[in-house]
Nanobody, 115 residues
Framework: QVQLVESGGGLVQAGGSLRLSCAAS????????MAWYRQAPGGQRELVAF???????NYADSVKGRFTISRDSTKKTVYLQMNSLKPEDTAVYYC?????????WGQGTQVTVSS
């Protein structure tokens, strides 16, 4: 089993920055993919950014150039640096670790961007 715990969310003004963290514990192997998703009120969960085990990354068009996904050297913690935040970035952010047979999710952390 893998447990994921997100942190770093909060309230920030438009134009500000936040850094989300997702720490994994349990029976940890390097996941095939580490990802951040978000879900706004009344909306569907959407993929924000992901990183493959080899280090390649990809981003949703809406966050390109503003958000950066990274991980620590142990590959047990994934980060999402969010700059130039906009009110439309307001959502609950979830991290996900994907393995060959299972995927795991954190409980989510709220990000609220005020205008």
């Amino acid at each position: 089993q893998v447990q994921l715990v997100e942190s770093g969310g909060g309230l920030v003004q438009a134009g500000g920055s936040l850094r989300l963290s997702c720490a994994a514990s349990g029976n940890i192997f390097t996941p095939i993919r580490m990802a951040w998703y978000r879900q706004a009120p009344g909306g569907q969960r959407e993929l924000v950014a992901f990183m493959f085990s080899g280090g390649s990354t990809n981003y949703a068009d809406s966050v390109k150039g503003r958000f950066t996904i990274s991980r620590d050297s142990t590959k047990k913690t994934v980060y999402l640096q969010m700059n130039s935040l906009k009110p439309e970035d307001t959502a609950v952010y979830y991290c996900s670790f994907v393995y060959a047979v299972n995927d795991y999710w954190g409980q989510g952390t709220q990000v609220t961007v005020s205008s």
